[in-house]
């Protein structure tokens, strides 16, 4: 019934197709251009080649901002993912409306934007802000802490800021599973930490990998958290693109950062897959 | 102890939400605890400032614009690729969903480096472009789970009783589709309405959505009228999640 002639059903995707080479891979590759040309006070020389602004990169400077991006990441990607995994377990054993309650909970703080976010962290982190006032309050600590401009606020609030993108996907994985599973194993004398360990865990390591490779590329590349409770004395890779690109104006390094940045997180989804396979099957192999 | 983790977790999800709702009210220029006074002095304040009310009607108009020609362009593709399965539809589904995996930080330095050189910086269609890239992935999700869910067989029919393909989709498969289009709409305009990464490092000071008006703002200080524009924002927000919530539409994010 349908008409099946080869060039009819490009005519419905061509369109958006258009759009998207012109506004995604144009610019893409438009950046990875510029950074193979040398910058000049003049502007972009295009009429040379370079690789020496992939050279600057390595400069000690970068390697800094680099390490401390990582290192908030990391910690922010570990900490979501001890915490998501009872959540998740939680969530997932409720009624069907409770569980689509508090998923919406979980969701609808990451449908508002980040610097309303950020706003709220910084009046509840300040130094007279909520939490150090609650805390003196309760003679827990006798001077305020210093949470704002330090690394720690930036944890703190990247935390539950990317915490959904984890959540989700175990959440769809674990109400997927056949309930006897648990009540199977537990019969036959596996106690609940093994039954976590030996049964749930693998079954569900795929999705939950993936989820916090997400986590992890997002907290990578935050931009509105860092700056506004990080402060540039905590400068992490996305406020140095913004310095290099929009303070410095100097194009052929902001794209050479780009890029690397690129390459970076395509690095780590691809290792994360990967590790999530073998991971599997390696477990697949013992049984 | 699970229950423990969990009311922790909800707790620091919501809080700086709930804060920033509760500090607009204060009643003085600077944030005093405990607030025991509610005042709506504040938000006189930021509706009275242009600097907000302008960025907001850019924001609106931008997020507009977007989110329409997103849904229409999207419907389109997953038209194309759910009802005539074409080779090599399984790339263009990745295609389409690529910009995920394309950091909003990287994607706002090529933009910037881009809208420069074809001479669309600090224009409206410059940002529309960016930020239907952006939607792009979310509005084709939700558009291909609405699509297979209308049977062909009633698209058969109509064209059997003698209706033109034309005349089939505007009468018989847009109406079925309805409710996925509309949610799809209100996902890309909540998207859109609160994007602030890509778009802070493709504007000038020339341009500015409402989101970079709020981050310009707090960088130099922070008071009470950013606090009560914020709350406006966030009650925009949740206005369209429970609509959003109501038609079904969130649900539509976690089915794979």
């Not at chain 2, 589709?177 to 000038?204: N, P």
Request: aromatic share 10%; hydrophobic share 60%.
């Amino acid at each position: 019934m349908l008409d099946r002639r080869a060039g009819v059903p490009w005519l419905f995707v061509a369109p958006l197709v258009l759009v998207m080479v012109v506004g995604f891979v144009w610019p893409l590759l438009q950046v990875l251009v510029n950074s193979l040309h040398p910058n000049t006070p003049q502007g972009i020389d295009a009429a040379h080649w370079t690789l020496g602004n992939y050279a600057r990169l390595a400069d000690p400077f970068y390697g800094e901002v680099l390490v401390r991006t990582l290192r908030i990441s990391v910690i922010v990607t570990a900490i979501t993912g001890v915490l998501a995994y009872p959540v998740a377990l939680f969530v997932s054993r409720l009624p069907p409306r409770a569980q689509s309650l508090f998923l919406l909970a979980y969701i609808s703080p990451w449908l508002i934007n980040t610097v309303v976010k950020a706003l709220g962290w910084t009046l509840l982190l300040r130094t007279n802000g909520v939490v150090n006032t609650l805390l003196r309050g309760l003679d827990v600590i006798a001077s305020p802490l210093k949470l704002l401009i330090s690394e720690t606020g930036v944890i703190i609030a990247l935390v539950p800021g990317h915490f959904m993108f984890v959540l989700l996907p175990l959440w769809v994985a674990l109400s997927g599973l056949d309930p006897a599973l648990s009540w199977a194993a537990g019969t036959l004398g596996a106690r609940p930490s093994a039954v976590f360990w030996r049964v749930l865990l693998p079954m569900t390591l795929p999705p939950f990998v993936a989820g916090l490779v997400i986590n992890f590329i997002m907290n990578m590349t935050a931009f509105a958290i860092p700056m506004l409770l990080g402060g540039a004395r905590n400068m992490v890779a996305s406020m140095l693109a913004y310095q290099v690109n929009l303070v410095s104006l100097d194009w052929p390094l902001g794209g050479a950062l780009a890029v690397a940045l690129v390459a970076f997180t395509l690095t780590v989804v691809w290792a994360g897959q990967r590790g999530a396979v073998l991971l599997v099957s390696g477990r697949g192999a013992r049984a | 102890m699970i229950l423990v983790v969990n009311i922790l977790m909800l707790i620091v999800v919501l809080a700086p939400v709930v804060i920033v709702m509760w500090m607009s009210f204060t009643p003085t220029a600077t944030f005093v605890l405990p607030l025991t006074d509610f005042s709506l002095r504040w938000y006189r304040e930021a509706l009275s400032y242009p600097g907000f009310v302008d960025a907001f009607w850019l924001s609106f108009e931008l997020a507009i614009l977007a989110a329409v020609l997103t849904v229409t362009l999207s419907f389109l593709a997953a038209y194309g690729l759910v009802r005539y399965r074409p080779a090599g539809g399984g790339a263009l589904k990745a295609f389409f969903t690529a910009p995920l995996l394309v950091s909003a930080v990287v994607f706002g330095i090529a933009m910037l480096q881009f809208v420069n050189r074809i001479g669309l910086y600090n224009q409206l269609s410059g940002l529309v472009l960016a930020h239907i890239v952006l939607v792009v992935p979310f509005a084709m999700r939700s558009l291909e789970v609405t699509l297979r869910a209308v049977p062909e067989e009633l698209e058969w029919a109509a064209m059997i009783l003698g209706r033109n393909r034309m005349g089939m989709l505007l009468r018989v498969t847009l109406p079925l589709c309805a409710r996925g289009l509309v949610t799809a709409f209100l996902f890309c305009f909540l998207l859109s309405f609160s994007e602030v990464t890509t778009t802070i490092f493709m504007t000038g000071p020339g341009l500015q959505t409402l989101p970079v008006r709020i981050y310009n703002y707090m960088s130099d200080r922070i008071d009470p009228t950013v606090a009560a524009v914020s709350a406006l924002v966030v009650l925009v927000s949740l206005a369209l999640v429970a609509v959003l919530n109501l038609l079904g539409g969130l649900r539509r994010l976690t089915t794979q």
